[in-house]
């Protein structure tokens, strides 16, 4: 099966930006969305289409891609920000989409 | 306001069965395919199948494929999931999601709270 790779965990201090990658051979042809999921809640989706934001998710939460890497940032972070960071793609070839391994961002 | 609440999770033993429901609203249920995902104890998130909003398009993952059956009645705005030959493995949250389609590409929008299944002797 195949694989999308995210960092496993990512700690940034409060106000400051996080980044989280996210990487595959499948990543530069179909759109990547991102999820947000705090403990024990379900996830929410932060991004879609690579770069844009569904309405109700704050500025802060950007996405962009380039070639094969989709980066997930966050800007001035803060508490609540803590949870775990999905990305989601397409595999064309077996016609149904993936998650990524999961980040977990830790506010210091 | 999209809502969907899922149903029919439960303790049940290895090669038992288990039928999961899931209710939606605040949308037109008919016209959007509609998926589970499943969430191991402490794992990451796995897409299990999808649904075409007319129920003639399906797919399965892999590990699940001719043990579970998804279905919907648009009559009722409900998505099931039929699991059947059930292993320890299957077990973990089951979440109902509304997608949304891209270019040629599916992605969830809204999730429902998730149901619980435990596969366990």
């Known amino acids: 099966s195949y694989v999308v790779s995210q960092p496993p965990s990512v700690s940034v201090a409060p106000g400051r930006t996080a980044r989280i990658t996210c990487g595959g051979n499948?990543?530069?042809?179909?759109?990547v969305q991102w999820y947000q999921q705090r403990p024990g809640q379900a996830p929410v989706l932060v991004v879609y289409?690579?770069?844009d934001r569904p309405s109700g998710i704050p500025e802060r939460f950007s996405g962009f891609k380039s070639g094969n890497t989709a980066t997930l940032t966050i800007n001035w972070v803060e508490d609540g920000d803590e949870a775990d960071y999905y990305c989601?793609?397409?595999?064309?070839?077996?016609?149904?989409?993936?998650f990524g391994s999961g980040t977990q961002v830790t506010v210091l | 306001e999209v809502q969907l609440l899922e149903s029919g999770g439960g303790l049940v033993q290895p090669g038992g069965s288990l039928r999961l429901s899931c209710a939606a609203s605040?949308?037109?249920?008919?016209?959007?395919?509609m998926s589970w995902v499943r969430q191991a104890p402490g794992k990451g998130l796995v897409w299990v199948s999808l649904?075409?909003?007319?129920?003639?398009?399906?797919s399965y993952a892999g590990s699940v494929r001719g043990r579970f059956s998804i279905s919907r009645d648009n009559s009722k705005n409900t998505l099931f999931l039929q699991m059947n030959s059930l292993r320890d493995e299957d077990t973990g949250i089951y979440y109902c999601?509304?997608?949304?389609?891209?270019?040629?590409?599916?992605?969830?929008?809204?999730w429902g709270q998730g149901t619980l299944v435990t596969v366990s002797s």
């Open positions: 499948i990543i530069g042809s179909k759109g």
């Open positions: 649904i075409s909003g007319g129920g003639g398009t399906i």
């Open positions: 989601q793609v397409w595999d064309s070839g077996r016609d149904h989409y993936v």
């Open positions: 605040g949308f037109t249920f008919s016209r959007y395919a």
């Open positions: 999601a509304k997608e949304l389609s891209g270019s040629g590409y599916y992605y969830p929008d809204y």
């Open positions: 289409d690579d770069s």
